[in-house]
């Protein structure tokens, strides 16, 4: 469980709070396997033993005082008694490891519910609406992913257009049946799916069963358009519907699986391929109100197209959750498929959205098998607490909120890498203010433990095929310095963290008011930190008149925390996610950067928003770790070679300068292609990589990183050029707001 706090050091008051002009919270992985120092949990069993406060429920750790028969709550401060059954316990405290660690795993007993020896359920949702070439690529997708999937595993596959189809592949030659979906926007499937083919026939178990279902993959063909104007009526106002049944196919799949849930399967996921919007039967998008329409009605399109058209999916959401399913959705498209209508179907699910603009260089085959080889907890309850003078103001992420528990997240699938955020407020003090604040955080989770080896080889292979559950209870609690003063809560900064919390908040904000409003409040933001820093530092003078200088440090040269912000503040506005529609960012890749962002731990999204540009003398020798991303920088520096690293794109780019005797690309066993190559395997998602030779190649895609001399169009306040521009505009709004 990694965890990151916007300052180590926290304000002591509201006053300084307002006054630093900081964002003050954390960002946690919970299933991180170390945290963010690289120390492991201490493991342990008996979770359900650990003494909990009688007044706060949070749990017993090692900042806690205790006495022979009672404890004090590190939070609270509430004096808590201890059990005959605890004092025994504690008797041997070094066994115990809630007294050795403040990061510790405990094991926990499995309710009767879930005492089964369940099989990871895995469906694929294949849409024949599609081109031959989309199905290709998701036939290789799907192979990868069989590769991936453990043993003991079972495995669906089902298709969908005008008609949803399912695939027994336990017999000898593949058979498909099918079920005609109906065209009307408010209907379901005639018939239940458990009558058109049992869940048991359905669910191939991958042991017996994985060259069947890969034969089965190779007859997948897309619908012909003679089968498509066929089944497709007329649509909304006469248009042509394309017979993409997304909704009603989806919905049967919930509830054909959800009447196992808890029997058959402790979770499933289903993994759906879309090749463009839904456009027949329930769950039809209106792909027109992204077009010509908003000139005539005169709506602002960063604004209409961001939130979504109907609740359908998001109710479809909730259902999925309820039934234990988890739905990742790969959409492989460069048309308008309204993801903001989607979206909600996978990320509320605990799934992930992927958008892929096309099929030539698509990295959807590694994606899969990358995420089905990785880890993953599931049915998971996160809990933030906070000692008393301080409280969670809002959450951020991918996760279901509790409708009866305040701060407490559902989650109900989450691998290493997923990340969420917290943001705090004052609630006063109640305790000595000697007294230093605490956090503690509750990850509550299931695993599927594969079977183990048995070295008896009587066993029968059905019981090492058999998997079982795991409940366990991790939990990490955190002890922070309070700041005297703002020079240590400024030197105290985690610029990364802060960029998180920023980058949520002004997602929330683009999602209720608009992009520009996004923009606004981000911009007004480093405003007001800046003026706030140079008011605290005593760096402006101030008369009757407001400041008598016009010196701002707006590049806050007294703090080497702090310099990264303004930086990466004017990346983030540079970004597609809050650039203007008319800029031509398209809205579901807005939506697609939306759902990243927000799950990406700090380091990973400060890539994804200012890339690191790194040089190399050669391929096997660094020149210089890091660069501003400028033109200036390439020249100044004299390197050949610069490897850039945008999290979603890896460019290797060889100056035109470059010695021609240099190896191009660099060969696999350089220091270049190790770093690469370490990076790859530390993503949650693939980069593409890309080699370039400047003078040669086209250096297009390169250039348009180096955003420190372009313009930042569309601000909506001064159209200003570059980097430096932007901190003179900065410095002129901070005049004005310091009148």
């Known amino acids: 469980m990694a965890v990151r706090a916007t300052v180590v050091r926290f304000p002591e008051n509201q006053e300084m709070l307002e006054s630093c002009g900081l964002p003050w919270g954390v960002t946690v992985s919970p299933f991180a396997t170390r945290d963010e120092n690289g120390n492991p949990p201490a493991y342990g069993s008996a979770g359900h033993l650990l003494p909990r406060c009688e007044n706060c429920w949070a749990y017993y750790n090692t900042y806690c005082e205790q006495e022979q028969w009672a404890w004090t709550c590190a939070l609270c401060g509430t004096l808590n008694g201890l059990t005959s059954e605890a004092i025994a316990r504690y008797s041997l405290p070094q066994s115990c490891p809630e007294t050795m660690s403040s990061f510790i795993d405990l094991e926990l007993p499995l309710e009767e519910t879930e005492e089964m020896q369940p099989r990871p359920v895995y469906v694929a949702a294949v849409d024949l609406s599609s081109s031959e070439e989309f199905l290709e690529l998701t036939k290789s997708a799907l192979l990868a992913a069989l590769e991936a999937l453990g043993p003991g595993s079972l495995f669906g596959l089902a298709t969908f257009s005008h008609k949803l189809g399912l695939y027994e592949v336990q017999g000898p030659i593949p058979l498909v049946k099918n079920v005609f979906i109906p065209p009307d926007s408010d209907s379901s499937l005639p018939i239940e799916l458990e009558d058109v083919m049992p869940l048991s026939s359905f669910l191939a178990p991958l042991d017996t069963c994985k060259d069947r279902i890969a034969s089965a993959l190779e007859t997948l063909r897309p619908t012909t358009s003679w089968e498509r104007s066929t089944a497709a009526g007329q649509g909304l106002d006469g248009v042509l ?48 109100r992204y077009g010509e329409q908003y000139a005539s009605k005169g709506e602002d399109a960063d604004r209409a197209l961001l939130p979504e058209q109907t609740p ?9 959750v309820q039934s234990g399913v988890c739905v990742d959705i790969f959409a492989v498209t460069n048309e308008y498929t309204d993801l903001a209508s989607l979206k909600f179907l996978s990320i509320e699910s605990g799934g992930s959205l992927f958008l892929y603009s096309n099929t030539d260089n698509s990295t959807l085959p590694q994606d899969m ?32 909120p509790d409708p009866q528990y305040e701060n407490v997240q559902h989650i109900i699938c989450c691998d290493s890498f997923a990340t969420y955020a917290y943001d705090f407020e ?53 002890q922070f310095g309070t700041a005297r003063n703002f020079n240590e809560i400024y030197d105290s900064v985690d610029p990364e963290v802060v960029l998180s919390i920023l980058v949520h908040k002004v997602i929330l904000a683009s999602l209720e008011q608009g992009v520009r409003e996004g923009r606004m409040l981000l911009h007004d933001w480093l405003v007001i930190l800046t003026a706030q820093y140079n008011d605290v530092c005593k760096i402006v003078q101030f008369d009757h008149k407001g400041p008598t200088t016009v010196n701002i440090d707006v590049s806050f040269s007294q703090c080497p925390q702090l310099q990264p912000l303004p930086r990466l503040v004017f990346a983030l506005l540079r970004n597609p996610l809050l650039r203007f529609h008319e800029e031509g960012v398209h809205p579901d890749y807005r939506i697609y950067l939306q759902c990243l962002f927000s799950a990406l731990d700090p380091s990973s999204l400060h890539r994804a928003v200012y890339p690191m540009l790194t040089s190399f003398a050669t391929p096997d020798k660094q020149a210089f770790p890091r660069h501003s991303l400028s033109r200036a920088a390439l020249i100044t520096s004299g390197s050949p070679i610069f490897f850039l690293d945008a999290f979603t794109t890896l460019i290797v780019f060889y100056s035109s300068t470059a010695d021609p005797t240099l190896p191009f690309p660099p060969p696999q066993d350089c220091l270049l292609r190790n770093t690469i190559n370490k990076l790859k395997q530390e993503q949650s998602i693939t980069p593409k990589l890309m080699f370039i030779r400047g003078g040669q190649d086209d250096a297009t895609v390169f250039e348009n990183y180096l955003i420190e001399e372009q313009d930042v169009e569309g601000s909506g306040f001064t159209s200003v050029m570059g980097f430096v521009s932007f901190l003179e505009e900065i410095n002129h709004s901070v005049l004005e707001y310091m009148k």
Do not use: W
């Open 241 to 288: 519907l394309g017979g993409r049944g997304f909704g009603v196919a989806m919905e049967a799949l919930l509830n054909y699986l959800g009447s196992e849930y808890g029997n058959t399967y402790a979770l499933a996921r289903i993994f759906a391929f879309l090749s463009g919007p839904p456009d027949y039967g329930a769950g039809q998008l209106d792909t027109r």
């Open 312 to 320: 359908f999916y998001k109710d479809m959401a909730a259902v999925a």
């Open 369 to 400: 098998y990358r995420m089905l080889s990785r880890p993953y907890a599931f049915n998971c309850v996160l809990r933030v607490r906070a000692s008393s003078e301080f409280r969670v103001g809002h959450s951020y992420g991918h996760f279901f």
């Open 426 to 478: 004052f609630t006063g003090f109640s305790r000595h203010t000697s007294e230093l604040p605490m956090l503690q955080i509750a990850f509550q989770y299931t695993v599927v433990v594969p079977p183990e080896e048995l070295s008896d080889s009587s066993s029968t292979s059905s019981s090492r095929n058999k998997h079982s559950l795991k409940r366990r209870l991790r939990i990490r609690t955190l």
